[in-house]
């Protein structure tokens, strides 16, 4: 599994915007800017919408964010014109149907469908944070959201710092 330091793959994939339109992606759109990259089993499913509603509450922190699982771009449309919780959200699905770019970064299970796996990128697409749940378990936004703050503030963070607070001395 490729670990913090990393600089995480190169990948070109076809994705859903926020308009349920086709949008090609790539790492080279993610240069220059923080990046927070979440894979999910399957869509269709029932923890995965409460997360990618959650993952959306990040849009607009000057991050890009975007979600990826083997499903294709047309199941990704279906999916959000039919579940409440996706149906708006603001950032990108992404189909990494051959599972290739999960397996790359070593976070597929033996059901053959990623880990609930978050990284975090900076600028140069170095990783600075990497989560890894068991499918079951659904991850918390507001912790990624703290993370990302904690790690963009460039000083010594405890635990429980928010943005503003002062670092640990």
Same mark, same amino acid.
């Given at each position: 599994?490729?670990?913090?330091g990393?600089?995480f793959?190169?990948?070109?994939?076809?994705?859903?915007?926020k308009d349920?339109n086709?949008?090609d992606i790539?790492?080279?759109?993610?240069?220059?800017?923080?990046s927070?990259l979440?894979?999910?089993?399957k869509?269709?499913t029932?923890?995965?919408?409460?997360?990618i509603?959650?993952f959306?509450?990040?849009v607009?922190n000057?991050?890009?964010?975007?979600?990826?699982?083997?499903?294709?771009?047309f199941?990704?449309?279906?999916?959000?014109?039919?579940?409440?919780?996706?149906?708006?959200? &603001?950032h !990108?699905?992404? /189909?990494?149907?051959s599972n290739q #770019?999960a397996?790359?970064?070593?976070?597929?299970?033996?059901e053959? @469908?990623p880990?609930?796996?978050t990284?975090i990128?900076?600028?140069?697409n170095?990783?600075?944070?990497?989560a890894?749940?068991?499918?079951?378990?659904g991850?918390?936004?507001?912790?990624? &959201?703290? !993370?990302l703050? /904690?790690?963009r503030?460039?000083g #010594?963070?405890?635990?429980?710092?928010?943005?503003?607070?002062?670092f @640990?001395?």
């Open positions: 599994m490729i670990t913090v990393d600089v793959p190169e990948f070109e994939l076809t994705g859903v915007d349920n086709f949008v790539d790492d080279n759109g993610l240069l220059g800017s923080w927070v979440y894979f999910y089993p869509d269709f029932f923890i995965c919408p409460t997360e509603q959650g959306d509450a990040l607009g000057d991050v890009d964010v975007l979600g990826f699982s083997p499903d294709n771009e199941c990704k449309i279906a999916w959000k014109e039919d579940n409440e919780l996706i149906r708006d959200i &603001e !990108t699905l992404v /189909a990494d149907c #770019l397996m790359e970064v070593g976070i597929v299970s033996n053959w @469908v880990y609930r796996a990284f990128l900076d600028e140069d170095v990783i600075q944070s990497l890894v749940n068991a499918l079951d378990t991850r918390n936004h507001y912790e990624v &959201e703290r !993370t703050e /904690a790690l503030a460039g #010594l963070t405890g635990c429980n710092w928010h943005n503003g607070e002062d @640990v001395a």
